[in-house]
């Protein structure tokens, strides 16, 4: 079992920048690919980013990358999802979620957070 706990999504105005963290608990987190979704109101869940278990191989949607940047720190047991240049269709409730290989689809994930709230005003 792996425990995630997203924080860091607050009201931020276009063009700034906001970093969420994910921190886990549980089974070995440097074992699990990590990935990041959100969902907006009305809208279905849709995957942001992922990264394997090493670091190594990252994925974005079209949608934010060259924005967005995600990393991990396996001594921490966290995963953080830098967004920069956000733009008010980033507003959403990001989660992140673990997996046993990086993948883009949500269904490959075995676990997830509650998610945070992320606003961008313009």
């Known amino acids: 079992q792996v425990q995630l706990v997203e924080s860091g999504g607050r009201l931020v105005q276009a063009g700034g920048s906001l970093r969420l963290s994910c921190a886990a608990s549980g089974r070995t987190f440097s074992s699990y690919a990590m990935g990041w979704f959100r969902q907006a109101p009305g809208k279905e869940r849709e995957f942001v980013a992922a990264?394997?278990?090493?670091?190594?191989?990252?994925y974005y949607a079209d949608s934010v990358k060259g924005r967005f940047t995600i990393s991990r720190d396996n001594a921490k047991n966290t995963v953080y999802l830098q967004m920069n240049s956000l733009k008010p269709e980033d507003t959403a409730v990001y989660y992140c979620?673990?997996?046993?290989?990086?993948?883009?689809?949500?269904?490959?994930?075995?676990?997830w957070g509650q998610g945070t709230q992320v606003t961008v005003s313009s």
């Open positions: 979620a673990a997996a046993r290989s990086a993948t883009t689809h949500s269904l490959g994930y075995d676990y």
């Open positions: 990264i394997s278990w090493s670091g190594g191989i990252t």
